[in-house]
């Protein structure tokens, strides 16, 4: 019996909480995901492979391609706007990789989403550090839009991110714990084969990774090159 | 120069709406409808045929037909369930006329292409007498939303209703004073060839008909035998 509602990009966070919610909170979540004309579509492979590893049968893909004209102004979604590096980012409160609004939608038709199963909870992959950049991933962000959804008057369905004060190493280090894996899941927002190593999500996850003292398992451009101890 | 964005969805509050943000305010703004698989579809054919009567240019309909796994609660959407009459609905806080979180859907892509024009202003027809049953028409509703969207660090787009104190027979007025043609909305929920004049939104707009003194210019089922004087 469903008894949540995720969202799951295929990301580090995302599938990390999955993990914890099934194997720890011992929860029987329905997986949403979203194609949104994302260069990193290569994330949904990721989390297609994570539902099926983690036998959660109900998985519901959403293709809201037809959205391109909304997010036009993102580096995430624009072939146009070329995703920065992390340095570039540093210091702007919303950088380019801001895709407009996305997570109210996404969180919008989640919650349409629990309405109709009758749950009334929610939970996504919100941490600590990406509040650098993105509004729509703060505590206040959180509370303040469930305030709104306190409102509903039969179902009062509540977003939650249970990491939303976890940095990425402490998330890395409990999905380590809980024996995820990390080859099966994609950060890099520039979606090629390898992932760059210098994007602002890059940087985050290796990051994560060299704090654990892991290396991290995906394949990176350069690693010879980098700058990064644990990718050299 | 687009200043605002508005969602028409073809009825009497929304058509009213843009005629009065582009007569009254001298706005120009961009026009959002939406294709959720309703049975009351052909409102979309009107929410066209107003946006070229005004000669808007920048309407995007966008078809979310794939969401229908989300509102399958709804008497509005679902095949299997009847769209009740006015006096099935009376009392209850929620009706199945209502679309699982649908207003919060529209008005975060709403947001999302607010954002991508660079424009802060997002019009929609929630009107006071749709509180009985709909917890997204509300003042608080809108109030608390707005919270929300001020947490935006760049672009604090606001969504306004300046419908939400009145009633439909007030809309009616002014749509009337500004030479609104109400054969060109479409308000039933049965969308068939005929309205059918007892479903809450038949009723409310029969009512604001009748109050004002006018005879709605549309076609209903069972005129004859309607118990309302103004379609006797």
Redesign the interface.
Known sequence: MINAIIIVSGGMDSVTLLHYLIKKKQMTPALLTFVYNQKHKKEIVYAKEQASLLKCTNH?V??LS??K?????SSLVSSHIQVPGMTEVTGD??PSTYV???N??FL??A???A??FGVSDIYYGAQKHDEYGY??T?S??LE??N??YG????IKVQVKAPFINYSKTDILKLGISLGVDYSKTWSCYNGESLACGVCPTCAERLKAFFNSGIKDPLPYKNEKNSPHPLIQ
């Open positions: 519901l959403l293709d037809l959205l004209p909304l997010f036009s102004s409160p919303q407009p609004n996305r109210m939608i919008s038709l919650v349409a989403y309405e109709n509004w729509d703060t206040d962000f303040l839009l305030h709104v409102l509903n008057r039969k």
